[in-house]
């Protein structure tokens, strides 16, 4: 890394000189009472006597301990065995089948994921790479206009744990660079 020069202002020396001079410095009276400890505080006027209305009869009952909600459509998240994950990425497992879903409408892809995933446990495959694309990131490179993250790519995951899917799928990772990133999922299969 390059050391910057000291002789040269930064880009927004300008920015800087404008706010510091709207800026008027403490006075020295001010400082140190700042410094002598926090300032006493005014005593409460005296209160004045009211009645005070009457309390409904308290009861008592025991509040059950607070459990996080878990959502209905969120699939059960069955993440790829890391030591097998490992092993895909660097070939010691080879992957044994793989289908692009590019281009595909929702229904299309679902229906050709399940076509696919029965054929290949029939065959006896255990890994396979499902292509879905990335998405969109952004419109015109602004954060502030993202849009929707791919849908096929926010989908699989809910696909997989439905409950045809779910007994022939043991889990599910985000491939590697290449083998397509974050636009490609190893998948890994069930011994029949």
Do not use: C, N
Not at 175 to 186: D, I, K, M, N, S
Request: charged content about 25%; hydrophobic content about 40%; overall charge positive.
């Amino acid at each position: 890394m390059s050391k910057r020069d000291p002789r040269r202002l930064p880009h927004d020396f300008h920015l800087w000189t404008a706010v510091a001079a709207t800026i008027d410095p403490l006075r020295r009276k001010r400082l140190l009472k700042l410094a002598a400890g926090p300032l006493p505080l005014p005593e409460p006027p005296a209160e004045i006597a009211q009645p005070k209305p009457a309390e409904p009869p308290r009861r008592s009952f025991s509040v059950p301990s607070y459990q996080a909600p878990v959502p209905a459509d969120r699939p059960a998240d069955r993440a790829l065995e890391p030591s097998i994950r490992h092993k895909v990425v660097r070939g010691r497992i080879d992957i044994d089948g793989t289908i692009d879903l590019h281009g595909l409408h929702q229904d299309e892809a679902r229906a050709a994921l399940y076509r696919f995933i029965q054929a290949r446990v029939a065959r006896g495959d255990r890994t396979i790479l499902v292509i879905t694309g990335k998405g969109q990131k952004t419109i015109d490179d602004y954060t502030t206009a993202m849009t929707e993250r791919g849908v096929l790519r926010t989908m699989l995951p809910l696909w997989l744990s439905e409950p045809m899917l779910s007994p022939l799928v043991s889990g599910w990772s985000v491939a590697a660079r290449g083998h397509g990133g974050e636009g490609a999922w190893y998948v890994r299969l069930r011994r029949s």
